[in-house]
């Protein structure tokens, strides 16, 4: 059976700081990957989708970039991490095969920023 | 651009009783339409999904309602429980196929009261 493995669970890191999210997924292969953030009061927002390794799709211009190394591990990075980067972030990933598009999420990072 | 958005923010109800959770989407040629459910800083869980060509869609005390045409989707919730306690996210792909990002309301925090 697939899963998908996110960490770490929660992040404290201060204004200015570096930022690195994991997330892999094990038991298939090429997957859609997907990063989502979900703000406090706001609804889940996509940050970045990949079909395939180093090929990223940006939804939002922000402080952030995300990688895909290999077919599966998706990374979430920021060099300078700001105030408004504290959420929830959650990573996802579909079967690219299935077109019902079913999304399948891990446990989120929950990220606070000072 | 598709928007989707959930209707009560919050919900209060007393255990036992039959409830409805509304969804709606702006734009009606929708390729399915996805009934998450999150619990407190936890990630997102699929409850149901609706293809475009369904009208509804039922597993266990849950049933999902479409209705295309008006653009609008619900989640019924049958004999309600204190487990059943949580936010629940309706979401439809941005585009008209199966594999693109999904664009999510912002939820229900739906809470029980035993």
């Known amino acids: 059976s697939q899963t998908i493995h996110q960490w770490p669970a929660t992040l404290v890191q201060p204004v200015g700081s570096p930022l690195s999210l994991e997330c892999t997924v094990e038991?298939?292969?090429?997957?859609?990957l997907y990063w989502y953030r979900q703000a406090a009061g706001r609804g889940l927002q996509l940050l970045f989708y990949?079909?395939?390794?180093?090929?990223i799709s940006s939804e939002v211009p922000q402080n952030l970039s995300a990688s895909r190394p290999q077919d599966r591990q998706f990374i979430l990075s920021s060099k300078k991490l700001l105030l408004s980067d504290s959420g929830f972030y959650l990573c996802?990933?579909?079967?690219?095969?299935?077109?019902?598009?079913?999304?399948?999420f891990g446990a989120g990072t929950r990220l606070s920023v000072l | 651009k598709q928007e989707v958005t959930q209707i009560p923010a919050a919900l209060s109800v007393p255990e036992g009783e039959n409830l409805v959770l509304n969804c709606s989407f702006t734009?009606?040629?929708?390729?399915?339409l996805q009934w998450f459910r999150q619990d407190p800083g936890k990630g997102l869980t699929s409850l149901l999904l609706?293809?475009?060509?369904?009208r509804e869609q039922t597993s266990g005390r849950l049933n999902a309602s479409l209705d295309k045409s008006s653009g609008r989707s619900t989640l019924y919730i049958a004999a309600s429980q204190p487990g059943d306690s949580a936010t629940y996210l309706c979401?439809?792909?941005?585009?008209?196929?199966?594999?693109?990002?999904?664009?999510f309301g912002k939820g229900t925090r739906l809470s029980v009261i035993a």
């Open positions: 996802a990933w579909s079967p690219a095969w299935d077109s019902k598009n079913i999304q399948y």
């Open positions: 038991g298939t292969s090429n997957p859609n």
């Open positions: 990949s079909v395939g390794i180093g090929q």
């Open positions: 734009d009606s040629a929708i390729y399915n």
């Open positions: 609706i293809q475009s060509s369904q």
């Open positions: 979401a439809t792909p941005g585009s008209h196929s199966g594999n693109t990002p999904l664009v």
